[in-house]
């Protein structure tokens, strides 16, 4: 039996080091994980007690780690009790956590040009890609957002054909990486186009020639009418996707089944536990009716 996870899930107590609050409800929490920043991969996630009361943990997607000053960092959303407990742990504290957890992003040699399109609370496994792609990134990226974005835009300087005017904001850690960068929110952001970010994708991708397009793959984390979206607008390129899907989770480690979606191996239905088996699947296996 495939088991790729024996050994190499970490339970700690990890310190504190930085927690910093984001308009939206939104927190970037880095934590001492030496083990975990070694081992982690984009698209892999952490299981984290918020609170010793509070029983049930919360995934976590990991955003950027230091492997040399030990350090993972997770951008999350309030919604519920959970990540409120998590949102009040200052420097200094203890949060159990288990990771990293989870098949994640595997990169296409043959495909080298990188399409990241995130939204939401999808942005940090595409964020820490992205840092594995630079330092001769070839990867554009699209985010979404109906929240402020956790980060200071700023107006991109890196070109993009066939982007509305009106989406002039960039995410500046990406450009800095030298990976040109775009926002979308339904929302009225300043700097954002206005809509869907898989029609901003869409925009960009329309600007490219069939010889560009033949060496992409699109990876995409975000909420799942965002993932269809982006599976349908990957199948009209006839483009392969990586998509890093976000289920509801109970134990996270493969045990209890919570977390299975079907995927279509072969020609067959199969059923695939997203903690373990993902969180990132092949898209056409996901959505093979799109
Ligand atoms: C692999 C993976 C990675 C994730 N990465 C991130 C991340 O990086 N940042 C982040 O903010 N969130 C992430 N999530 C989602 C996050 O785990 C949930 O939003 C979180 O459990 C909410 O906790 P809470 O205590 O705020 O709210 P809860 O009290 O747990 O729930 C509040 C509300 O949200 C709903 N809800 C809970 N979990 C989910 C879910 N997975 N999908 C849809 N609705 C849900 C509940 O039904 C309830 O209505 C990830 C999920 C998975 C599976
Ligand atoms: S959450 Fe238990 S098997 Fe995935």
Not at 43 to 54: A, K, L, Q
Not at 89 to 98: A, K, R, S, T, Y
Request: aromatic share 6%; with cysteine.
């Amino acid at each position: 039996m495939d088991r790729p996870h024996r050994g190499t899930i970490c339970c700690i107590d990890a310190r504190v080091i930085e927690q910093q609050a984001w308009p939206g409800n939104q927190f970037i929490l880095r934590l001492h994980a030496p083990d975990c920043a070694r081992t982690a991969t984009p698209g892999t996630f952490v299981h984290v007690r918020c609170n010793p009361d509070i029983p049930m943990r919360r995934p976590l997607s990991i955003m950027r780690v230091s492997a040399s000053e030990g350090w993972i960092e997770v951008l999350y959303k309030v919604l519920g009790s959970g990540l409120a407990a998590l949102s009040r742990v200052e420097p200094g504290d203890l949060v159990n956590l288990l990771g990293p957890i989870g098949r994640g992003f595997r990169p296409d040699p043959a495909r080298p040009q990188a399409v990241l399109i995130g939204g939401g609370v999808g942005i940090p496994p595409l964020v820490f890609l992205a840092g594995t792609l630079a330092p001769k990134p070839a990867a554009v990226a699209f985010l979404g957002s109906e929240s402020p974005f956790p980060f200071a835009q700023e107006t991109a300087q890196l070109p993009l054909p066939g982007i509305p005017a009106a989406a002039s904001a960039c995410m500046p850690q990406l450009e800095k990486m030298g990976i040109a960068s775009r926002l979308a929110s339904n929302a009225g952001l300043p700097g954002c186009y206005s809509g869907y970010v898989s029609d901003l994708a869409r925009a960009w991708l329309q600007s490219c020639s069939d010889a560009e397009r033949a060496v992409m793959t699109i990876y995409a984390c975000g909420p799942t009418p965002m993932l269809r979206a982006v599976q349908q607008l990957a199948a009209s390129f006839s483009l392969p996707t990586q998509l890093c899907m976000e289920e509801f989770m109970a134990c996270a480690v493969g045990g209890c089944a919570g977390c299975v979606v079907p995927v279509m191996i072969e020609g067959k239905r199969q059923m695939k536990r997203v903690c373990v088996d993902g969180p990132v699947f092949d898209g056409a296996a996901l959505y093979p009716s799109l």
